[in-house]
Nanobody
Framework: QEKLVESGGGLVQAGGSLRLSCVASGRTISDYAMGWFRQAPEKERECVAGISGSGDNTYYADSVKGRFTISRDNAKNTVYLQMNSLTPGDTAVYYC??????????????????WGQGTQVTVSS
């Protein structure tokens, strides 16, 4: 049974950093693009970062460019999201998910699958 488990969230002050991890089981992540998404209360789920199966291509939402870095360790079947210079606007539940294929061709949440349970990130001012 395939599963994604996110971890690394928490409470941090503005300007701080967190590193999120997403460990996959039951499916090999190297065969898929992976995405990190977030959802704040009363807002739609949005993609903040994506990475192709090979790791050669990445995507970042404008709101996180220069602050967040997505990476993957296919040997550990794990995807990471390094978040620096956090602001209260980054407060949300963060999720990872499998893309529809190996190439990074979409960042729309509807095209992703096997979502994890999410990890809460709270940034205080």
């Amino acid at each position: 049974q395939e599963k994604l488990v996110e971890s690394g969230g928490g409470l941090v002050q503005a300007g701080g950093s967190l590193r999120l991890s997403c460990v996959a089981s039951g499916r090999t992540i190297s065969d898929y693009a992976m995405g990190w998404f977030r959802q704040a209360p009363e807002k739609e789920r949005e993609c903040v970062a994506g990475i192709s199966g090979s790791g050669d291509n990445t995507y970042y939402a404008d709101s996180v460019k220069g602050r967040f870095t997505i990476s993957r360790d296919n040997a550990k079947n794990t995807v990471y999201l390094q978040m620096n210079s956090l602001t209260p606007g980054d407060t949300a539940v963060y999720y990872c998910a499998f893309g529809p294929g190996k190439l990074l061709v979409t960042t729309h949440p509807d095209e992703y699958n096997s979502w994890g349970q999410g990890t809460q990130v709270t940034v205080s001012s």
